[in-house]
């Protein structure tokens, strides 16, 4: 038997907005997890509000809350915290740019072309964004290797240097039937605020269609 803890506002951690978007297979964690970026305020937890994210009876959705907890996908907040505002090109630059190590990062969309960029001339975005076109693409062809035969979860791409470290990462986010790339130059910096920001925008963009 589970029982919330009343008074607190729901929202997610970096590695909760991480799993969000790691898949566009809907199951409920993820559901949760993308109806509570779809909001424009961190809502405060209730049986009733999670049994409708999820579509699980009470127990089952209050057990699955617990779960999601223990791995450190969702955390409680005394106060509400409020979507960020203002145009989406502007919130995505200042967001991106905390999520690599030297500031360069980009973040592409399916067709090959980039919505936010940090750090990079806007020519090597634009290159860097066919790219990752490619190698999703690459990814798709080859799923069947990747997942199954050598059972490597995830779809994230890298250029390493002779240590085995990341040059250049491209990791593939899903949310709201839409695929993004998100590129990162140097050692990706994702365990921060800024990348719960960065999917909270997505969310309030590409979310509606979840309700």
Not at 11 to 32: D, V
Not at 49 to 58: R, V, Y
Not at 98 to 123: R, T
Not at 180 to 193: D, E, K, R, S, V
């Amino acid at each position: 038997m589970y029982r919330l803890t009343e008074g607190h506002f729901i929202y997610p951690t970096p590695g909760g907005a991480y799993y969000a978007t790691l898949s566009p297979r809907a199951e409920p964690a993820r559901m949760i997890l993308q109806r509570m970026l779809g909001e424009t305020e961190t809502p405060l937890l209730s049986q009733d509000l999670l049994q409708s994210w999820s579509g699980l009876e009470a127990e089952e959705a209050l057990a699955l809350v617990h779960r999601m907890q223990a791995r450190g996908f969702v955390q409680g907040l005394d106060q509400p915290l409020k979507a960020p505002t203002g145009k989406m090109e502007e919130l995505l630059s200042a967001f991106l740019k905390e999520l690599s190590d030297d500031g360069k990062v980009v973040l592409a969309e399916s067709q090959g072309f980039y919505v936010g960029s940090s750090g990079y001339p806007h020519e090597t975005a634009v290159e860097l964004s066919a790219l990752s076109s490619e190698l999703v693409d690459l990814q798709e062809r080859h799923a069947g290797l990747v997942d199954s035969n050598l059972g490597l979860a995830g779809g994230a791409w890298a250029l390493v240097n002779a240590a085995g470290n990341s040059e250049i990462g491209f990791w593939p986010l899903f949310y709201g039937g839409e695929r993004f790339t998100l590129i990162a130059g140097g050692m990706p910096q994702f365990n921060c605020n800024a990348f719960i920001s960065l999917v909270w925008v997505l969310g309030q963009r590409y979310g509606q269609s979840n309700d």
